[in-house]
């Protein structure tokens, strides 16, 4: 199995591109579904869990094809509405075709999705708008499947903010009969991406952003040719190695304003970000101050999929910093591999309390999930020595290209 290998202590410098945005780019695939026309997205990220996305778009029986950084779906040659393989259960997006294709041909048959093990991430959101909308849904131990004779919009609110339950709605209503109101919704910015594009297609969607989403169905959707946002967490995770490992570094992006309470924290920790015209321009001394409390919530508050990487920095920070992690109990498993490397880190429930050490030291470890997996080549580049990450399966889900992207600030990294 590869290994990714750091050489720390040098401070970061260069420029570095973003790259689209994962968490964009999945529902928009499944989005293709309900169009029987050619669509095309630009910028997208070529990375493992776009790839398994792809490959579950052609299980269905659409036409995916590759140019340059864009990808082409066609999608008028669906032959099959059965998805219960293993790219479905270990993909937690996978979750997200089942409105898509509710939406399209009434019915689906999709294993339980997985993903990441940052916790449990249950689906009884997504099931019981559906049900509310006339789908009928019966579920095996492994397996659901789902049928309705026609989509009805309806006035749903989720017990919670969730941005899958929301994705799911959305796809199912725009085909649907009539209006669908959708109350307590999710804010993230990938949710707006997913209305945009769905919209340059031709549904009626008012209200993304906001808790209250209104969709119009309309009879049918048609092509497009789109170029996503760049990947707001990409952007936070070189934000949080320039900052750990000092130094300065332009990054060139256009979702700045998206990432808000991140550079919020940032700044306390003594780090200067500056706009730029073409991104950001990020400083860091390398000595950084602590940082009272951070708690994970809901976009707009600040990201649960950037905790693991600013847990990292704080390691070395002056004084004792708090977390607390709102979203996902799972989200503290790089914990125990960032203390190999010398952190002092206390965990009490969903509380971390992170010491600062004066130096960590490179060692062994190895990823347990997609953003643990960035925290750890954070701390690579921090450390004191040579850093080996192991289980590089989970950061390829989500970082494109990047042992170069990193090589482009500076650092010495290696696959091996």
Request: glycine share 10%; hydrophobic share 40%; charged share 25%.
């Amino acid at each position: 199995m590869a290994v990714l290998k750091i050489k720390g202590g040098k401070k970061l410098s260069g420029e570095v591109n973003v790259q689209g945005s994962k968490n964009a780019i999945l529902p928009m695939l499944a989005a293709c579904i309900l169009c029987k026309d050619f669509v095309r997205i630009r910028h997208c990220p070529k990375i493992s869990d776009v790839y398994a996305m792809i490959h579950l778009l052609e299980t269905l029986g659409c036409d995916v094809t590759w140019e340059d950084d864009a990808v082409v779906v066609d999608a008028r040659t669906i032959q099959s509405a059965k998805l219960v393989e293993q790219q479905a259960r270990v993909m937690r997006s996978s979750i997200i075709l089942a409105g898509a294709m509710l939406g399209r041909e009434g019915k689906i048959e999709i294993s339980y999705p997985g993903g990441c093990s940052i916790g449990t991430r249950p689906i009884n959101l997504h099931l019981k708008a559906f049900r509310k909308m006339n789908v009928q849904i019966t579920e095996t131990e492994e397996n659901m499947i789902c049928t309705t004779s026609r989509l009805t919009g309806e006035d749903i609110e989720l017990d919670f903010p969730s941005v899958g339950a929301t994705e799911n709605v959305i796809l199912a209503a725009v085909l649907a009969d009539g209006m669908t109101t959708l109350r307590n919704a999710a804010r993230e910015p990938e949710i707006v991406e997913l209305c945009k594009f769905l919209r340059k297609m031709g549904a009626s969607i008012t209200g993304e952003g906001s808790e209250r989403i209104v969709i119009k169905g309309v009879t049918s959707l048609h092509g497009a040719d789109y170029q996503v946002m760049c990947d707001r967490i990409v952007l936070g995770t070189y934000i949080a190695a320039i900052a750990g490992a000092g130094g300065e570094a332009d990054i060139k992006v256009n979702c700045v304003s998206q990432l808000g309470e991140v550079c919020k924290v940032y700044e306390q920790m003594g780090v200067t970000i500056e706009k730029t015209d073409s991104g950001l321009y990020v400083q860091s001394p390398g000595k950084l101050n602590k940082v009272d409390l951070i708690r994970t919530r809901p976009y707009p508050g600040f990201p649960t999929d950037m905790q693991s990487q600013t847990m990292a920095v704080l390691t070395k920070a002056q004084g004792t910093s708090i977390i607390i992690e709102n979203l996902f109990e799972g989200r503290y498993k790089t914990v125990s591999e960032l203390r190999k490397m010398g952190a002092s880190i206390t965990v009490e429930g969903r509380a971390a309390i992170i010491k600062g050490v004066k130096a960590l030291t490179g060692a062994n470890v190895e990823a347990k999930d997609l953003r643990g997996g960035a925290a750890l080549i954070i701390a690579g580049c921090m450390a004191e020595g040579c850093t080996t990450i192991a289980d590089i399966q989970y950061i390829e889900r989500g970082y494109e290209n990047i042992v170069d992207c990193y090589k482009k600030l500076n650092v010495n990294i290696t696959l091996a």
